[in-house]
Structures are given as structure tokens and as C-alpha cells.
């Protein structure tokens, strides 16, 4: 336990410090490609197998996925396709990537080859270095339209039709850009991080920056990008929003699924699912703790969180960002989300 704790913290520590150098440019200048990719199976707790539930999220199975190609990795955003049952995700190294679960009766057990491609912007251009391409998170709007937030550079590109039913849209450039003066001044590597639909807009949510009294700032943006409102949440001490997916709407507000992360050297990596009702007005909003990862459960540095409808049930999506390091794994995981939580479990 001892040792595996230290291990996380050295990779964590390695990857934030230096991986990004050792990578190379984000993604070149190539078109799509195929993306090949294998999955190796892991448990939810590696120590024991028959730990089937962690709070209120089910475990539905998980795979770490590896791939010969350089620039797969850092992936920090995914969203589920219901059309062709594929995932579109993003990179902080500047790549839109497309991938498919293999599942048996609901469980995850592999994954299919898929594609990889860089983020162009407005002129078609591909990030040429890290700062550029630090993509964080991807809100699809009621219009279709798919907006990519970037953090160092804190702003989204959007991007009409994109889909991952159709890898030939990914080679497009952004159709246009949203600078919300608002975050102008948020922190250059805690900028954007969580976003995802808000009625016909969006909510986004700052990784780092907060109101002076603890609480962490987002805004409601309307179609345009401009920030028709704030919100405010307050988080448990040294957690850090990384992911938010929307469960569900209505005239009161939205409700999304957020996820947070934190790192200790001491303790290694801790996650939280929390569900948050974020109102039409904004203003401060409370939280609901769902799940908490920790060792000795398999967890990883968590950035992405994507929702899944199967029947009337909820089915929830983490996936990691591995930095580039050998030391990290991309990790994606299935849960079901459940009313209960079943007491015992770690």
C-alpha cells in the first residue's frame, strides 16, 4: 500500500513536471488516422476483486488502454455518441480521438481501434505547441454545435457537426472562437476545465480560480458566449473541478455530474463524483458528494466524465489523463449510478 502510494505520487509529480517536454509537438501535422488501441482489464479494487460498488456508483468494469501511437494520451474530456455508440474525446495535447466500448450485458470489457486527429482552429491551422492545443473539456449545445475549451489560452472553439458517428467531420477548422472577457484572467493552467450544455447555452467551471472565500467560479454563458450569469461552488478542501456531464434539465436548472480531483504526495490521488443543480440565475450552489476513489481503489489523474443512457438506467464514464508518462495509465472506467449506497465498501 505504502509503496503503491508513493509510486502514484511520483508518476503524478514526473507528469506535471516534465512529460509535456518529452512528448514532442502535440500533434503534428497529420490527418486523421486510424488509431490503434488494446485494453487490458482492471478491477475496481485491485486487492479484491469482489468490490462491486463505491458510494452510490455500481461497478460496470474498466480497461487501461495503451497504443503505439506517440500522440495518444493526456486525454481530458469524452462524450457518448448514442448513434454509433462511440466516444469523441479530446487531448491536452491538442487531438480530437474517437474510440468504441466493447461491452457484454452492460459490462466494459475492451475497446475498438479508432481514429486520432488534430484540433485545427480558424484557419485550419493544428496547435503548434502545448499552449496551443491544451484542450480541457467539450460542450455540445441543443444547436449541434461542439464547443472545445482550452486552458493557458483560455478560450473554446466550436465546431459544427462534428460527430464521432463520422470521423471525416474531426478534419474541419473551428468556425469560430469564444474569448468571454470573464476568464480572461483565470489562471494560465487552471483555466477552463469543466463544460458542458446549459439549456441553449453553457456552463463552464474554472479548474483553479476562486471568489477569495474558498468557493470556485463559473459562469453561464448564452449562445453567444457571454456570461448571462455567475456561479459559484463550493468544494471540499483541495479538490479541483476536471469533468462535468449533464444528467438532466428542466425550467428550475440543469443538473450535471461534476468530478474533482485531488493530489497529495503523501495519499496519492483522490476522486469525487458530486451532483450539482446549477439554477437559470446562478449564484452559489451546494453540492452532493456521490463517490470518493481513493487507493487501494484503481484511480488515476481523472479529468474526463461522460454520461451514458441505457433503458432508465445511468450509466457514468471516468477516463484519465496519464500526462504522457510511463509511470500513469489511461484508465477508463464504468459505473452505474444508483440510488443507494451499499455500506462496507472502501
Known amino acids: 500500500m505504502i509503496m503503491r502510494l508513493a509510486i502514484n505520487a511520483a508518476a503524478l509529480l514526473l507528469g506535471a513536471g516534465v512529460a509535456h517536454f518529452i512528448v514532442g509537438p502535440p500533434t503534428a501535422r497529420a490527418a ?18 469482489a468490490v462491486d460498488q463505491v458510494g452510490k456508483l455500481g461497478w460496470r468494469g474498466g480497461i487501461a488502454l495503451s497504443s503505439p501511437e506517440r500522440r495518444f494520451g493526456g486525454v481530458s474530456d469524452l462524450r457518448f455518441d448514442a448513434g454509433c455508440g462511440r466516444f469523441l474525446a479530446v487531448s ?5 480521438l474517437i474510440f468504441a466500448p466493447v461491452e457484454d450485458n452492460g459490462r466494459l470489457l475492451g475497446i475498438t481501434a479508432g481514429s486520432i486527429a488534430p484540433i485545427r482552429d480558424e484557419r485550419g491551422n493544428t496547435p503548434a505547441r502545448k499552449a496551443d492545443g491544451d484542450s480541457e473539456a467539450i460542450a455540445i449545445t441543443r444547436d449541434g454545435n461542439s464547443h472545445v475549451w482550452f486552458e493557458r489560452d ?4 466550436t465546431y459544427p457537426g462534428i460527430s464521432a458517428c463520422t470521423p471525416e467531420s474531426l478534419a474541419q477548422a473551428a468556425a469560430g472562437t469564444l474569448r468571454p472577457a470573464a476568464i480572461a484572467r483565470w489562471p494560465a493552467n487552471g483555466g ?10 453553457q456552463f463552464i467551471l474554472a479548474e483553479a480560480q476562486t471568489d477569495g472565500e474558498g468557493r470556485h467560479v463559473g459562469h453561464l454563458l448564452d449562445a453567444r458566449g457571454a456570461v448571462r450569469a455567475d456561479v459559484t461552488i463550493r468544494l471540499p478542501p483541495d479538490f479541483q473541478p476536471t469533468g462535468l456531464a449533464q444528467l438532466g434539465e428542466d425550467a428550475d436548472g440543469v443538473t450535471y455530474l461534476l468530478l474533482l480531483r485531488r493530489f497529495s504526495p503523501l495519499s496519492g490521488v483522490a476522486v469525487i463524483v458530486m451532483r450539482v443543480t446549477v439554477p437559470a440565475e446562478g449564484g452559489e450552489v451546494e453540492g452532493e458528494e456521490i463517490a470518493r476513489l481513493r487507493p487501494p481503489l484503481s484511480v488515476d489523474n481523472m479529468e474526463g466524465i461522460a454520461v451514458r443512457k441505457e433503458g432508465g438506467r445511468t450509466m457514468v464514464y471516468l477516463v484519465s489523463d496519464n500526462n504522457f508518462n510511463m509511470l500513469q495509465r489511461t484508465l477508463l ?7 443507494q449506497e451499499k455500506g462496507g465498501n472502501p
Do not use: C
Open 192 to 201: 477552463p476545465e469543466a463544460a458542458d450544455r446549459f439549456w441553449d447555452g
Open 32 to 49: 486523421i488516422q486510424p488509431l490503434e488501441l488494446t485494453a487490458r482489464p482492471v478491477q475496481l479494487s485491485p486487492d479484491d476483486p
Open 92 to 96: 491536452d495535447t491538442g487531438a480530437w
Open 154 to 157: 483560455n478560450r473554446a472553439q
Open 333 to 339: 472506467m464504468k459505473f452505474e449510478l444508483l440510488e
